[in-house]
């Protein structure tokens, strides 16, 4: 690799090396809840409210070496691809979080991932306060950095001094910088870094679950290895059942 190709690379390399340094205990805690979890054969609910805080869950979704147990809770308002503008306006709006976690199933002694990078808009807050209320775990992916960074009087922010870092039962910094995209040598153009961050942080957290529960870990194979196909089989049948997504 050479020019913008090295460069990018290279602060994406040191980005991990952020969320490495900021989370030595964060991570190893949220992992043996999820193994905890996945032991009494209770799903890993993965919320991601926010236009690009899907992405994250989506990447460890059904993928070869994530555990099988995880169940992404989609919300189609914030999604993308039903429209940018009304993304970012549903995921502002009062209201809809306790519908959201009802619709999920999620329940007393579960486990959830919210994900988040600012982790302060309406639609997060209300998602992690209904699932404590459920007596359910939230683990939360967020940046303290772009939390601090959001005015207290902001439109994207449901009330001053709360975010997901102080209502998740563990958090684990994602450690983006305020802004998300981050100009690299002078160019006009800013690299977002939301989606790699959240996507190390999610994967190091699962496979520290999976290294936990050890060789039975129920993880996805890749279809196109040998016995891919017949292994995969025998997990869609514990869980299809009961993943909606699957």
Same mark, same amino acid.
């Given at each position: ?22 989370? $030595?205990?964060?991570?190893?805690? &949220?992992? +043996? ?18 236009? *690009?805080? *899907? ?11 994530? @555990? ?8 189609? !308002? ?29 329940? /007393? ?27 359910? +775990? ?6 303290? &950095?772009?939390?601090? !960074?959001?005015?207290?009087? *902001?439109?994207?922010? @449901? ?11 563990? *958090? ?5 910088? $305020? ?18 961050? +959240? ?7 699962? &496979? ?25 089989? !025998?997990?869609? &049948?514990?869980?299809? /059942?009961?993943?909606?997504? @699957?």
């Amino acid at each position: 690799m050479t020019g913008l190709g090295s460069t990018i690379a290279a602060r994406v390399g040191a980005l991990y090396a952020e969320i490495i340094a900021a989370n $030595p205990d964060s991570v190893p805690r &949220a992992a +043996q809840r999820i193994a905890s979890a996945v032991r009494e054969d209770r799903l890993v609910y993965a919320f991601g409210p926010g236009a *690009h805080s *899907h992405l994250g869950i989506q990447d460890v979704f059904y993928r070869p070496g994530m @555990l099988a147990a995880v169940a992404p809770v989609l919300d189609e !308002a914030t999604l993308l691809t039903n429209g940018a503008r009304a993304s970012t306006r549903a995921e502002r709006t009062p209201g809809r979080g306790e519908e959201i976690v009802a619709a999920s199933g999620i329940g /007393p002694g579960d486990v959830a991932l919210v994900v988040n990078t600012a982790g302060v808009n309406a639609t997060v807050v209300e998602i992690a306060r209904a699932i404590t209320t459920r007596g359910a +775990q939230v683990v939360g992916f967020s940046s303290r &950095a772009c939390e601090r !960074a959001v005015d207290a009087d *902001h439109p994207g922010r @449901l009330e001053a001094g709360t975010a997901l870092s102080t209502l998740a039962a563990t *958090h684990v910094d994602t450690c983006v910088p $305020p802004g998300d995209a981050e100009t690299i040598d002078g160019g006009p153009l800013g690299v977002p870094l939301t989606t790699a961050a +959240q996507s190390f942080a999610l994967t190091w957290t699962l &496979a520290e679950s999976a290294r936990l529960l050890g060789p039975d870990a129920p993880v996805w194979a890749s279809s196109y290895s040998d016995g891919g196909d017949a292994h995969n089989a !025998a997990i869609m &049948a514990r869980y299809a /059942p009961r993943v909606v997504a @699957l």
